[in-house]
């Protein structure tokens, strides 16, 4: 029984490390770029191709930045434009 109780602990830490290692590491992108894509109140289709050219013109003025921080900038800039 105390084997079991231990399994459970065990893939029940497991099932939650995954969890917060794809929201917050691996995923973030994903979630940052949803993000956006709600900000624009475009369809998805045209809100990619906005974020594209958005984030075109971000990585020309601010060159060697990681993917995250441009989809921040980008977001902090359309809600301070709001």
Same mark, same amino acid.
């Given at each position: 029984m105390g084997v079991l $109780? @231990? &399994?459970v602990v065990l893939v029940s830490f497991v099932l939650y490390y995954f969890w =917060? +290692?794809?929201r917050w590491g691996f995923g973030r992108k994903y979630? @940052? =770029?949803q993000? &956006? $894509?709600s900000l624009l109140n475009m369809t998805p289709e045209a809100a990619d191709e906005t974020i594209e050219r @958005?984030? +075109?013109s971000l990585r020309e003025r601010h060159p060697n930045r990681s993917e995250e921080w441009y989809l921040e900038k980008l977001i902090y800039d359309l809600e301070r434009d709001r």
């Amino acid at each position: 029984m105390g084997v079991l $109780i @231990l &399994a459970v602990v065990l893939v029940s830490f497991v099932l939650y490390y995954f969890w =917060r +290692k794809n929201r917050w590491g691996f995923g973030r992108k994903y979630v @940052l =770029r949803q993000e &956006a $894509i709600s900000l624009l109140n475009m369809t998805p289709e045209a809100a990619d191709e906005t974020i594209e050219r @958005l984030m +075109k013109s971000l990585r020309e003025r601010h060159p060697n930045r990681s993917e995250e921080w441009y989809l921040e900038k980008l977001i902090y800039d359309l809600e301070r434009d709001r």
